[in-house]
């Protein structure tokens, strides 16, 4: 008989217990192909229920086609192909346990500010809950403080209801492909491989510019995504003329920037660099992030679009309503309010000052340092074997850290990015001990 509990105490009617019972069994192998149900006069009887239950949960499964009936000798967990079994889950592209991840993406968030960002979660719990469908521009109170901030920190000046609050940077992206006229998007090589996949899976050609090469003509592109603050991942600002060339070739082209501004509030040396934004309005999409500043798993971000396009984006999010959801929006616009954002920032600043020199002094002697030290990682050019080997002792020593080449589609770069902002410094010094050394060797 069948390794099978019925319990009249659950809510579930019998026959639905029997089948999840009989799909479990071939589900963990119990039961295989070709394996003879008993029937089901024997099954009832043995469950010590009515027949009809059994033959009911034996119809539901023939239904599911997890079994099969031949005439005259009964009902056979179905063949393989026939088997609707579960698909495996697909893993994620998984963060290997085992490393200390020197990522470039992540930030220092100081323990110190617990306290705040407990506080905010407590406001938004004891809030009242929100009546109806969100303003799918987010919320307003979250857009004036935005606006504000914008004001202050980027030198760009934004009405509240020009901003549309995303998800993060890939999703104000992911939004803005939505409404763009059909055709490629130029994106940065070396790039944001996040940038790169979003542009993709939009169903667009991404075409391929050095990163460090100006922009003078769009070549049929609809837009260009750019990261002009700190080029992702060499770090170079785009100089003034750059601008004003990619800013042409939009005009000319009728194209739009892209302009990603994940980290420029991490100068150390200088103030941050201005948005391209700030330098037309009518040009450009700004795309901020909360990502940096807060916490990338918060997924939240700020969007300002062109006049035209933000209109566009306004309206289809009255009907997609993928706006963020209210809990995290209002979080954030208690951050905001309670001084918790520029507080983090500051001391994230200061932690990254002090970081970049320690790395620039481990690693400097062995390889070059592809742009200005800025943000939460700096990117070292090496030969392709120097670089392997380094991120191979680097990960014989429990530590992982992406190659420069992993962000290359067809640059021909190598080297290492070297992430410090998600270390404690011990295992930074750690970490930079066993680069320096492979490096040296090489
Ligand atoms: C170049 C760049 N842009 C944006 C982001 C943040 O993206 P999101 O806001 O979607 O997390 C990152 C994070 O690592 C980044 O490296």
Known sequence: MLPVHLD????EPLPAQLAAAVRALVTDGTLTTGD?????????????????????????????????????????????????????????????????????????????????????????SVARPP???????????????????????????????????????TDGLRQLLGVLDPGPVLVEDPGYRA???????????????????????????????????????????????DRLALLGAARSAGAVVLEDDYDSEFRYDVAPVPALAALDRSRVAYLGTAAKSVSPGLRLGWLVAPPHLHELLVRRRTTTHDTPPWATQRALLTLLRDGWVDKVVRTARRVYAER?????????????????????????????????????????????LPLLAQYCRTADLSGLVVGFGGVTDDELDRALDVLARSL???
């Open 195 to 241: 940038a790169v996949e979003t542009v993709r899976a939009a169903g667009r050609r991404v075409a391929d510019h050095p990163a460090t090469a100006p922009v003078t003509g769009l070549d049929g592109c609809v837009a260009a995504y750019v990261t002009p603050a700190h080029q992702h991942p060499l770090g170079r600002v785009m100089p003034a003329a």
């Open 356 to 400: 970049a020199p320690r790395v620039a002094a481990a690693l400097g002697p062995h390889a070059t340092l592809a742009g200005p030290l800025a943000g939460m990682y700096s990117t070292w050019l090496t030969s392709a074997d120097a670089a392997t080997a380094a991120r191979d002792a680097a990960r014989a020593a429990g530590f992982d």
């Open 36 to 124: 003879r149900l008993p029937s089901s006069r024997a099954l009832a009887a043995d469950l010590g229920v009515a027949r009809a239950v059994v033959e009911q949960a034996y119809d539901q499964l023939l239904a599911e086609a997890w079994v099969e009936t031949r005439r005259g000798s009964g009902t056979f967990v179905a063949s393989g192909e026939a088997l609707p079994v579960a698909p495996a889950p697909p893993r994620p592209a998984s963060r290997d346990p085992r490393y200390v991840r020197l990522d470039a993406g992540t930030p220092w968030i100081d323990p110190r500010h617990l306290a705040g960002w407990r506080r905010a979660w407590r406001e938004v």
């Open 8 to 11: 009249r105490g659950r809510p």
């Open 440 to 442: 040296a060797a090489d």
């Open 131 to 169: 009546r109806g469908y969100p303003d799918p521009r987010g919320g307003p109170e979250l857009r004036e403080a935005l606006a504000e901030r914008l004001a202050r920190t980027r030198g760009l000046t934004v009405a509240p209801d020009e901003i549309l609050v995303t998800g993060g940077t």
